[in-house]
Nanobody, 125 residues
Framework: QVQLVESGGGLVQAGGSLRLSCAAS????????MGWFRQAPGKEREFVAR????????YYADSVKGRFTISRDNAKNTVYLQMNSLKPEDTAVYYC??????????????????WGQGTQVTVSS
């Protein structure tokens, strides 16, 4: 069974930085796509960033491009989301997600099979 555990959320002022971590366990993740999503109060969960374990290609939502960076440490089975220049509109619960099966996009939460419990990020103005 795949387990994903996020950490690193918190309260930060606008313009600040946070690094989220997602520790993965239960499988060999070499063929998995790993994604970060977020959900703000009253809004649908939205795609933030993704990458696969086996290649270095990364993809970002336009709203975070240039400010957020997704990366991985294969030895630790951990995926990171470095968030810089945070804005109040980045406030949300951030979720780590994983999938092994093929998808044409990996931009929808329906494309992922495994989810972490989420970590709260609050950006004050």
């Amino acid at each position: 069974q795949v387990q994903l555990v996020e950490s690193g959320g918190g309260l930060v002022q606008a313009g600040g930085s946070l690094r989220l971590s997602c520790a993965a366990s239960g499988r060999t993740f070499g063929s998995y796509v790993m994604g970060w999503f977020r959900q703000a109060p009253g809004k649908e969960r939205e795609f933030v960033a993704r990458m696969s374990w086996s290649v270095s290609s990364t993809y970002y939502a336009d709203s975070v491009k240039g400010r957020f960076t997704i990366s991985r440490d294969n030895a630790k089975n951990t995926v990171y989301l470095q968030m810089n220049s945070l804005k109040p509109e980045d406030t949300a619960v951030y979720y780590c997600a994983a999938v092994q099966r093929y998808s044409s996009s990996y931009y929808s939460d329906h494309d992922y099979d495994y989810w972490g419990q989420g970590t709260q990020v609050t950006v004050s103005s």
